[in-house]
């Protein structure tokens, strides 16, 4: 089997903000492997915040020996985004190999469109106002959030831009337990459903004594099977992100983990193009909050896209993956 890895830099549609910087351009590895006559390919997008560069990333992915199996990938690498991306060329070289999708593959029914939140910049009040208005149309808002009093103005421009959309916010590790109480009751008021990661991963246990007026979820607290127990108490929802788990493959068994502990679950994404959503598609099936808009996000895209209407994203076409 050969393996390659090349690099992939998609323009974003506009500047993309949250609590720990901004972005103009979605910066992807693309892994590609090959058998025979197939091809298989996957996309991760390494992140800093856990440590990963590019070079890091790509170094890890050509040090793998020229044989394994899915199996072997699970030992091999640890969770993360070079995981990811080859566990996910492998489902797709073994689904052409096959001639069978890969949610047929992994004894999935067939996937249909799901409902997939937008996010919204982290801006001024007046900006997430603008851009609620522009996507009010929406039925799923997600908005950043920063950390800071004037949050509460954020969100109560969001609402005026979007009278009628639901809406979750995003802290990324940016609250404290004292502002997490102020927020809270505000934002149910105005209509919030769930906050994701409010406290910093590994500085979370405030959460358990907090009264969880408005419902929690795991996002950078949350990476694979092994940090759910860690987790009981603290979190009502796991935010599940292929990057994170390292791929398709164990994202698959802890979405069925969490569900069997009592965790509700959110498949999400880091900013990536259609070959990176597309895998986790399947996952989000039956999903209580879908946040696949990476795409959504870009000016530029893969030449075969995600298709993304009313009903919500779709699931990928034999061209783009699985």
């Given amino acids: 089997m050969e393996i390659s890895v090349t690099t992939n830099s998609f323009k974003l549609a506009q500047v993309f903000t949250i609590s720990r910087g901004s972005r103009t351009q979605a910066d992807v590895l693309t892994v590609t492997v090959a058998r025979g006559d197939h091809r298989g390919w996957g996309e ?3 992140y800093a915040r856990y440590g990963e560069t590019m070079d890091s990333v790509a170094a890890q992915v050509k040090g793998l020996p020229r044989s394994f199996d899915r199996d072997d990938l699970l030992t091999l690498l640890p969770a993360g985004a070079a995981r990811n991306a080859v566990d996910c060329a492998l489902w797709d070289l073994e689904a052409k190999e096959a001639s069978r999708p890969v949610w047929d593959l992994a004894g999935l ?5 799901e409902i997939t939140a937008y996010t919204l910049s982290l801006d001024t009040p007046e900006a997430m106002n603008a851009q609620a208005a522009k996507n009010a149309y929406r039925p799923l808002l997600k908005t950043k959030l920063g ?3 004037e949050d509460v103005e954020r969100i109560r421009a969001v609402r005026a831009g979007a009278l009628d959309a639901r809406i979750i916010v995003d802290a990324n590790e940016g609250w404290t337990p ?5 927020l ?3 934002l149910i008021g105005l209509g919030v459903e769930m906050v994701e990661q409010p ?3 590994g500085d979370d246990d405030a959460l358990l004594k907090l009264d969880r007026v408005l419902p929690v979820c795991a996002d950078e607290s949350c990476h694979d099977r092994s940090s759910l127990d860690a987790l009981r108490g603290k979190y009502d929802m796991v935010n599940i992100k292929l990057d994170k788990t390292g791929g398709l493959t164990e994202a698959l068994e802890l979405k069925r983990a969490a569900l069997n502990m009592g965790f509700d679950v959110m498949v999400g994404c880091m900013v990536g193009s259609s070959l990176a959503m597309a895998p986790a ?5 039956g999903a209580a909050v879908v946040d696949l808009d990476g795409p959504l996000l870009l000016s530029e895209d893969r030449t075969h896209k995600l298709f993304y209407d009313a009903a919500g994203v779709h699931p990928a076409s034999v061209e783009l993956w699985g």
Avoid: D, S
Avoid at 178 to 182: A, I, R, V
């Fill in 184 to 186: 809270a009751p505000v």
């Fill in 281 to 285: 598609v399947l996952v989000a099936q």
């Fill in 109 to 113: 029914p067939a996937p249909k469109p």
């Fill in 199 to 201: 406290f910093p991963a």
């Fill in 44 to 46: 991760c997008v390494p």
């Fill in 147 to 149: 950390g800071g009093a």
């Fill in 178 to 182: 004292e502002l997490y109480q102020t």
